[in-house]
């Protein structure tokens, strides 16, 4: 697969890094080799769905889509001939296409080509057959065949995004665990709000969701089958549990769990059983964060006298510290292509979010605060969801592309905490 | 019930001779029964306002980021302590919080650190295991910086 020229991650030189001007994209309406009422029909999803694409890579910081004009009709052949001199003089460089067709089977064909305008070259191409219900999915999945050919990062349109929504405010505000796809579709709720919910945490294919609950008047970890709706508690005991986060594979949960006057880092199977312990110190160990490849578990721990970020083997060896700042470090957060950690930085009367490599290299700040935390990766590892907190305690989501774009504010109807941002669903 | 009555005259005695002693304090004279009588509680409310009020506060104050429990918290935890032996049938949480400005987890981790803490002093001066309980509210509620002694039962 060809890619078009593209600026690398500048995130490395941080503070004298301009964001690359984002690649134009243009995107004419889905067509359909189907005739009379069927292809209207036919042209009426394809249309939806170019909308569809069009937003989705609108937010990302490495595309900039033309508008789609519903007059830019192209007839079916076109899809694998697309006449590039007219894209050209749009100034696009890159284009997509592609065409929705009803099956005898009720189902539809969805095609979705991906083209470099300026060498008039094919870069892409993925087809779906899905039910007419799931025309939403497969634009996202075309939206990530796109953004995969033009960036080599992974798509993370057909992902989703838990959180707390928080309505009211102050301390009597209710927060209830809120899972939606990643464009704002399908918002639904998981729990009623009677209890104070935390850090919501989905399984790698969003199938199952940890988090933690107030219902017994302590915190302690969760456990909810989003397809039953069954849910348990992470352990049987009755100590203090937070901060889980699921293994790459989804098989097992790193959690803190207070022994005594400690908060230490244990690990348990997601299906149940007895927690192992991975640290010992005194203090407060806690923000497992698995790596991608599930070898290593990043974490923050005050044993050196500060808020520090650790890395370890996933059996507990091997503890070394890579963060070495004045401010405390906290909350590190894997990437999925392994080349960053996340973090909530925090100092004097401000809470920033940062990036360092695993070795400890390379660290940037990327937000100005003074209230982020939680940050979350992109699938692509190339932009990050994180909580914004004003003065008066409303959080709200943020997004951030890692080239050093402005942060951009996530649209929802409420306040909103604790975004956990889920792998893609397949 | 002789017993009781010796424990009243006890108390009446101690009374009088405490206000014997404090200068400037009014004596009780007939007309203070025009005043209305404060309302009798009764219950957990009572208690609570009795544990508070004999144990010189129900909340204890920690250094930023520190589960260190320091002489002034002794000091309250201890009359908490004595207070909790004179009344074994009641059940206390200590309830600790996180800082301002902290990130959540670890906010949480030290709130419980200091509900511990403050629950390991009590335990030290001889209060059963099983009357003290903990939670931490990091900084999901107001009260940063402190650990609070609740009443449940």
Not at chain 1, 175 to 196: H, K
Not at chain 1, 298 to 325: H, K, P, T, W
Request: charge should be positive; charged fraction near 20%; glycine fraction near 10%.
């Amino acid at each position: 697969m060809k890619r078009l020229l593209y600026p690398l991650l500048l995130v490395s030189g941080m503070a004298s890094a301009q964001p690359a001007a984002p690649t134009v994209i243009a995107i004419p309406p889905l067509t359909s080799p189907d005739s009379g009422a069927r292809g209207n029909e036919m042209l009426a999803v394809g249309w939806e769905a170019t909308e569809v694409i069009a937003a989705d890579l609108g937010q990302t910081a490495e595309l900039a889509p033309l508008k789609p004009n519903r007059d830019d009709y192209y007839a079916y052949p076109e899809v694998t001939a697309p006449t590039f001199s007219k894209w050209r003089s749009t100034g696009a460089k890159a284009l997509v296409m592609g065409f929705v067709q009803s099956r005898s089977d009720g189902r539809l064909t969805f095609g979705c080509y991906v083209y470099d305008v300026d060498r008039g070259r094919e870069l892409a191409r993925k087809g779906f057959v899905i039910a007419p219900s799931e025309w939403r999915r497969a634009a996202h999945k075309c939206s990530g065949v796109a953004y995969t050919a033009l960036t080599g990062a992974p798509g993370m349109f057909d992902t989703r995004i838990a959180y707390v929504a928080e309505s009211g405010s102050g301390e009597g505000r209710m927060r209830r665990v809120a899972v939606m796809d990643s464009d704002g579709e399908n918002l639904r709720y998981l729990t009623n709000g009677t209890s104070i919910v935390l850090t919501p945490r989905l399984a790698p294919k969003a199938q199952q969701l940890a988090y933690v609950s107030y219902a017994d008047g302590r915190p302690s970890v969760r456990v909810l089958d989003l397809a039953l709706g069954k849910e348990r508690p992470l352990i049987a005991t009755g100590a203090m549990s937070f901060a889980p986060r699921y293994s790459p594979d989804g098989s097992k949960i790193v959690f803190s769990m207070m022994t005594g006057d400690s908060s230490n880092i244990y690990v348990v199977d997601a299906a149940g059983g007895l927690p192992r312990r991975l640290t010992t110190s005194p203090g407060v160990d806690t923000d497992p964060s698995f790596s991608p490849d599930g070898s290593r578990i990043a974490f923050e721990s005050d044993r050196g006298g500060s808020q520090q970020l650790y890395v370890m083997n996933a059996d507990g060896s091997g503890q070394r510290r890579i963060s070495f700042g004045n401010t405390a470090y906290a909350a590190p957060v894997w990437s999925p292509d392994g080349s960053w950690i996340a973090f909530s930085q925090r100092g004097p009367g401000t809470r920033r979010i940062g990036v360092i490599r695993p070795d400890g290299t390379g660290e940037a700040i990327l937000t100005t605060g003074p209230g982020d935390e939680s940050p979350s990766w992109a699938a692509s590892s190339r932009a990050l969801l994180f909580q914004r907190s004003d003065t008066s305690g409303r959080s709200t989501l943020w997004r951030i592309a890692l080239d050093g774009t402005e942060p951009k504010p996530v649209t929802l109807s409420q306040g909103a905490s604790d975004p956990d941002w889920s792998g893609a669903m397949d | 019930m002789p017993r009781l009555f010796f424990f009243l005259c006890g108390v009446g005695l101690a009374g009088s001779a405490a206000s014997a002693q404090l200068p400037g304090l009014r004596r009780y004279t007939p007309a203070d029964h025009h005043q209305p009588a404060a309302p009798v509680v009764q219950g957990i409310d009572a208690q609570r306002a009795e544990f508070a009020a004999q144990s010189g506060g129900t909340t204890v104050y920690f250094g930023v980021g520190s589960a260190i429990v320091g002489a002034p918290a002794k000091a309250v935890l201890s009359a908490q302590a004595a207070w909790l032996r004179r009344h074994p049938e009641v059940v206390v949480r200590v309830e600790g919080y996180g800082d301002a400005g902290d990130t959540r987890d670890h906010a949480l981790a030290l709130g419980a650190r200091r509900a511990e803490e403050a629950r390991d002093y009590l335990l030290l001066l001889g209060i059963p295991s099983a009357q003290v309980s903990t939670t931490s509210w990091g900084k999901e509620r107001s009260g940063l910086g402190r650990a609070v002694t609740i009443l449940v039962r």
